[in-house]
């Protein structure tokens, strides 16, 4: 793969997440009932930026959860050399019965991951309602899902592939389109 563009560097993608923190706040009048979801792995780490955000903007603190959804693809990988899946554990630290969850993920492509997040929230109890964060919407649905909360809509081809790095487990900020070759 070949890097085409970066898209966002660390200021606009601070921004976005400003942004996305305000309109969290403003579509649900305020983060009472909400907890922040992360699909994990980047998506941990942008809800716990959105929940610092939040806690500044609102000068309360929001729950963060973490979400492994491994066992809940429908095109589960092998990751590990006895051919097992490999599953890192979720943790929510509140019953998400009655609550608004919002799921946070880095990028929306197909949709599978999404679906495979709502399944395993399921089996965490009933919330009232799910909504979805995203840093980047590519586009290329197969499934009927959308975001609630965008950082950037960026159209790409299939051919392309839309890399997210955060400083958390990259070293760095930024998003970039990479060219298959």
Do not use: W
């Amino acid at each position: 793969m070949v890097q085409k563009t970066i898209v966002l560097d660390d200021k606009a993608i601070q921004r976005a997440l400003t942004r996305i923190a305000h309109e969290i706040i403003e579509r649900n009048k305020g983060i009472s009932e909400c907890i922040l979801v992360g699909i994990k792995t980047r998506g941990i780490y942008l809800a716990n930026r959105l929940a610092k955000r939040i806690e500044k903007i609102e000068g309360q603190p929001i729950s963060v959860g973490e979400l492994d959804i491994t066992l809940y693809r429908d095109d589960l990988t092998i990751k590990t050399k006895d051919a097992e899946p490999e599953v890192k554990g979720s943790h929510l630290p509140t019953d998400i019965k009655n609550k608004k969850v919002i799921l946070v993920d880095d990028v929306l492509y197909t949709g599978r991951t999404v679906r495979a997040a709502m399944d395993a929230l399921v089996d965490f109890g009933r919330p009232s309602a799910i909504q979805l964060a995203v840093l980047v919407d590519r586009g290329h649905r197969e499934l009927p899902i959308r975001a609630d909360f965008i950082g950037k809509n960026i159209p790409t081809s299939s051919q392309e592939r839309v890399i997210v790095e955060l400083a958390e487990s990259d070293g760095c900020d930024q998003v970039s389109i990479y060219k298959n070759e």
